[in-house]
């Protein structure tokens, strides 16, 4: 081209040079469609994920947030009857079972997960390998498993539903979870306290109980916050060992049936009463209620954890 | 505590390391709680799969492979046949996995990538939050929300799309497998994205910049670095994602319609392994609560295998 106008013979490096040009900016076109493209997938991907999650949010707030009251967390569950169809009382004694069943769960899972926590993160050995191995199977075991163990151990052998054999599910499901977020956080202890400590003249379980427990405290507490909220939620073992149906009466004794919230969900979710129905949504909302605080108490724990660590 | 012993000059080093270990900080008891308590927590697991084996095992010699092969379930009589089961637990999976798998990937890609940081905390904090909200929850919105949705738009538009014919066929009233699947696959999405995110977030930076100022456009750059990089986390997230699908028991149970006969269609309504335990098994007596409990054997199998297998795979990855 350049010859014609300039009248110079051929200049092979020139044509060659502007072939590439060419080339490379044909590449680079189709490139950045293609990356227009993908990207673009990516937001719609995005989208399409927010939008049944949205509506999970959108829902529990829309339909539960009018049950929300003082008297409803309080006050005992009422049947509807032919008088009054939309009476439903309150939750008060599913609040109540939660309390309680989660409470003697997390005193039954804590001791043990720390323990088991400071064990694997103390030894290296064959016994405490294969162990590790269990704890993380262990942590991904359906939870309707440990029902079944529930009620072949505790509710056959006391002849009866009982919160305790909630507890013992709810407690050998929450221990995995506890040991493996204790373990890290023993293991990020720095080496340098422990053997400070050592060299002192202490004693392993006064290093462990002064120095490497009070270190590791908040990563402790954040996996057992997680395992609670985990806990709070879990319905399958629940439903299996609890109760034979649900209850509209008080009970603090654990040994005997008892109806914790989820459970509640569950039953008046398939009720033939449209109000029971319909108060399912405000179960739900307290209980996500709950699940959010915890998981978000431990959230903070972590965070403000790591500045420090970093500061 | 107890004092050291005078240490003279012509003992061996290790003796007086060993000495020294032994009277200052060997603690027996202590040491001795630790491993009484892993052994507790060892003997409670051991307990827990025999309780299951025994409780299965009347069935297993009484139905033999039966259990796993029979074509049909009737709750009370018997037969026990477990194949529904399992094709309805595999079905569910695979159609849960199937959205969750893709639309994870690409939500955490751009969630990690493309959006503003000052959106992106908010996002991925509520992105959390969805993981941590119970499965009752989502087996409630699944009746309220998704049932009408199903009845009225979404089965008679499939319906529609094939004529009538294999995988839309059948009764079109929401309850079913096609329900069951999609609310698996949007309970495990927010698993899938929270944990691929934390896995793309250990992409080194230098990787993505370099790439980048060689002239690569944002697409290759995901292709060719960042989803290699962090494959075998990836595939960690995925496989953890399967065995949450695959246990997954009281989400299912409110949605699938509790029907152990092999299915028809997607709109068929049936059982999985960990469902028909959940709603069986309180009522359940004589041999159909020993044939349960070999449903719950089959299902911890399946779902010890995929969980060390995810747990061979993040390993790897670590170790790499």
Redesign the interface.
Known sequence: MSSIITGLPPDPILERRQLIQLKASQS?AR??L??R???G??????G???V??G???F??VD?GVRFLSWHFFTSLPQLPSLLSLNTIGGIGNAVAATLVIDALAALVAV??GV??G???A?WRSA??NF?R?????????????????A???FVVAMKSYSGIAAVIALG?LM?PVI?KASELAFLSVPRSLREAA?AL?????RV?RQIVLPTAIPGVLTGVLLAL??A?????PV??VAG?TISNLWNWNPFHPMTPM?ML??GY??SEYPSQ?AA??GV?LT??AL??IL??SS?LISTRMRRERRS | ?STLTPVSGHQPASEVVEQIRRS????R???F???A??A???A??V??VW??V??AWPAITSQGIHLITGKSWIAGTGPYGGLPLIVDTLSTTAIALAFAI???L??A???QF??TPRLRQP?AS?????A??????????G???MVPFFINTLEPFLSHLTGGAWPFNGPQNGFGILLAGMVLA?MI??TM?AVSRDVLATVPQDLIEGALSL?A????V??RVVLPTARTGLLGAIV?AT??A?????AVA?VIGSNAQLPHSLFSSGATL?SI??VE??NAVGTEGSA??AM?LI??II??L???G??ALTRRAVSR
């Open positions: 680079l490139r950045t293609v990356s493209i993908v990207t997938l990516m937001w719609v991907a995005l399409i994920a927010l049944p999650l509506s999970v949010v829902a529990l339909k001791p043990i323990i088991l400071l064990y694997l103390e016994p405490a162990l191995a269990i704890v993380e199977i262990m942590t991904g075991m359906p939870s309707i498993l440990l029902g079944v163990f009620y072949e151990y050998i221990v040991a050592l003249g202490a004693r392993e379980s462990a909220a985990r709070v939620g879990e319905t399958a439903l299996l034979p989820p969900i569950f979710a398939n129905r399912a949504w739900a209980l996500v699940v959010v998981t978000t959230r | 505590m200052a900080t060997s603690d008891p202590f040491k709680l630790l491993r308590v892993a507790f927590f060892g409670v697991v307990l827990f309780s299951i025994k409780t893709p639309i994870g690409a939500s890609l751009g969630l493309q959006v996002l509520l992105i959390e939050l969805l941590a909200v119970p499965s009752v929850v989502y087996g409630l919105w009746i309220a929300v949007i999405l927010p994205v002239g456009t944002r697409s290759q995901f292709f953890l065995g949450r695959l246990g997954e028991t009281i409110m960990a335990i959940a098994f309180g349960l409990a719950a299902l911890m779902t010890g995929v969980n060390a995810a747990r």
